[in-house]
């Protein structure tokens, strides 16, 4: 081997110090992502899925291991791939669900640069990418949110909807655990004491009365019903079968991140309808990137309900680990590891 060659290793600490965390600027990040994605200066082969179990509601408890490779172009030009692992029952251990690794690819000589804990960087991007839908697509004048799902990405959503439409006055948090949504209610109000925070038992009542309803649960079964959502309202759809068919055909607009992947992933309830052809291809109004390209209109007048569903591609964390890559060197931060010795 002539070449000695070292990779730059970033743990989860030296994220958070490199900005990891800072959801303007992964909202930034992602933005540019759905629009490089809609130049066509990506490449994005699509997420691989290796479900445990027999069963592919088996991942609900058994858990997952996703790869996401990818290359970004525009300002950031670089390639990798996202490993992440899903462990449903890891908070019985006392672990968080998701643990992910990222490795940056110089685009050029294809070496790898950089192993970089990638943990906050999905938690914040998948969060940054609501963020991004209720920007698009929800009203300028939203006041009440309802969340389901009290965990991670709950708490990032609520915090890219509050940066994106700052005047929300009121969320509801619906968590099939009780004790988690008090958990989230309770950090909420300490972190944001201008908003008004409430748990709720069922989440009819909280539905019906929201301008913008986040869903980001585990729940294999539909719980939100179309006749709860009312006129104007943006369904922010992140997970799985959540909710119901009628929440899709009602919708007066259709707006997804990436659609060929969301029908590859057979997840959520719109890839479901998609696979029974409930739903084709022409019935997708826009993507976001074309939205914030100007090639298409995100929310056109104040009374129109949109559903939004995301599944997420590796290049948007690929933006967000690039960013902290290059302050890493900037500030001499990380352990150089010896790759090729």
């Not at 669900?97 to 999905?122: E, H, I, Q, W, Y």
Request: include cysteine.
């Amino acid at each position: 081997m002539g070449n000695t060659v070292k990779v730059l290793f970033l743990n989860n600490r030296d994220m958070r110090e490199l900005g990891a965390e800072d959801m303007s600027a992964v909202l930034h990040d992602v933005h540019r992502a759905y629009s490089l994605f809609e130049s066509g200066d990506v490449i994005t082969p699509g997420k691989v899925v290796m479900r445990f179990g027999e069963k592919p509601e088996d991942e609900n408890t058994l858990g997952r291991i996703n790869c996401m490779p990818g290359y970004i172009g525009g300002e950031y030009d670089m390639a990798g791939v996202k490993w992440i692992g899903s462990g449903p029952m890891n908070y019985k251990q006392g672990l968080p669900r998701a643990s992910v690794m990222m490795v940056l690819n110089d685009p050029d000589t294809k070496l790898p640069l950089c192993f970089a804990d990638g943990t906050a960087v999905s938690a914040k991007r998948t969060g940054a990418s609501g963020g991004t839908a209720m920007k698009l697509l929800s009203r300028q004048d939203s006041k009440v949110m309802t969340i389901c799902g009290a965990g991670a990405q709950g708490r990032t959503q609520l915090e890219a909807a509050l940066i994106v439409r700052p005047g929300l006055q009121k969320v509801y948090v619906y968590d099939i655990r009780p004790e988690n949504a008090q958990r989230f209610v309770e950090e909420a109000r300490a972190k944001y004491p201008g908003v008004t925070f409430a748990t709720v038992d069922t989440p009819e009542p909280a539905v019906r009365e929201s301008d913008i309803i986040v869903t980001v649960t585990l729940a294999d079964t539909p719980f939100v019903k179309a006749e709860w959502i009312k006129k104007g309202a943006l369904i922010v759809h992140m997970a799985g079968h959540e909710v119901e068919y009628g929440c899709v055909t009602q919708a007066d607009k259709i707006v997804v991140d990436f659609w060929d992947t969301i029908k590859h992933r057979m997840a959520s309830t719109i890839a479901l309808m998609a696979a029974e052809g409930l739903v084709k291809d022409e019935d997708i109004d826009a993507n976001l990137g074309e939205i914030l390209n100007g090639k298409k209109t995100g929310r056109d007048n104040d009374d129109q309900i949109i559903y939004f569903n995301a599944v997420g591609a590796g290049i948007l964390d690929l933006a967000v680990t690039t960013r902290c890559y290059r302050k890493a060197l900037e500030l001499g931060m990380g352990v150089w590891l010896p790759y090729w010795a």
